[in-house]
């Protein structure tokens, strides 16, 4: 024998069909909320009006010609972060002032500094302690107000 369908059938189908939408949806909304961690940069305005000034500063980069190759590794939530610093012709770059910001992409909290020492000619090395596992990303920079400045960044895997 067949059930038909009554009213009161539907109806409870449509509330709990409804119900399940809304309570999920309200799971997702509160969730994002809870974990988004707000803006990126602080005053994201005021860095937007300052912007010719990033692209002159970067035209000076440029004419530097330095490249830096970053690298990382991880162990014992001991974060090594090492930089190689050279010109064009590939000649190491040496006593330069860098510091490194070891920066997490989704959680400002977890953000370290890392004053970078030369340990050999060009190569300039760094450690952050209470670092997790993770993606990661390193910038760079040369700690001058006379000069041209120098900034690097590259998105490292620590593992």
Same mark, same amino acid.
């Given at each position: 024998?067949?059930?038909?369908?009554?009213?009161?059938?539907?109806?409870?189908?449509?509330?709990? +069909?409804?119900?399940?939408?809304?309570?999920? =949806?309200?799971?997702?909304?509160?969730? #994002?909320?809870?974990?988004?961690?707000?803006?990126?940069?602080?005053?994201?305005?005021?860095?937007?009006? %300052?912007?010719?000034?990033?692209?002159?500063?970067?035209? $000076?980069?440029? #004419?530097?010609?330095?490249?830096?190759?970053?690298?990382?590794?991880?162990?014992?939530?001991? #974060?090594?972060?090492?930089? $190689?610093?050279?010109? =064009?012709?590939? /000649?190491?770059?040496?006593?330069?002032?860098?510091?490194?910001?070891?920066?997490?992409?989704?959680? *400002?909290?977890? %953000?370290?500094?890392?004053?970078?020492? *030369? +340990?050999?000619?060009?190569?300039?090395?760094? @450690?952050?302690?209470?670092?997790?596992?993770?993606?990661?990303?390193?910038?760079?920079?040369? =700690?001058?107000? /006379?000069?041209?400045?120098?900034? #690097?960044?590259?998105?490292?895997?620590? @593992?």
């Amino acid at each position: 024998m067949t059930r038909h369908w009554t009213g009161r059938d539907i109806l409870f189908v449509l509330i709990a +069909t409804f119900g399940v939408v809304i309570g999920v =949806n309200a799971y997702f909304i509160i969730e #994002a909320e809870r974990t988004w961690p707000g803006e990126d940069v602080a005053h994201p305005y005021l860095q937007g009006l %300052d912007y010719n000034q990033t692209l002159d500063a970067r035209a $000076r980069q440029r #004419a530097l010609g330095w490249r830096a190759s970053i690298g990382g590794a991880l162990s014992a939530n001991t #974060a090594t972060i090492t930089v $190689r610093l050279s010109d =064009n012709d590939g /000649k190491p770059i040496t006593g330069q002032a860098l510091t490194a910001l070891l920066r997490h992409p989704m959680d *400002e909290q977890r %953000d370290r500094a890392v004053t970078l020492r *030369e +340990t050999r000619n060009g190569i300039y090395v760094g @450690r952050a302690t209470q670092v997790q596992a993770g993606s990661w990303d390193v910038i760079v920079t040369r =700690n001058t107000e /006379k000069e041209a400045p120098f900034e #690097a960044m590259r998105r490292l895997w620590l @593992r």
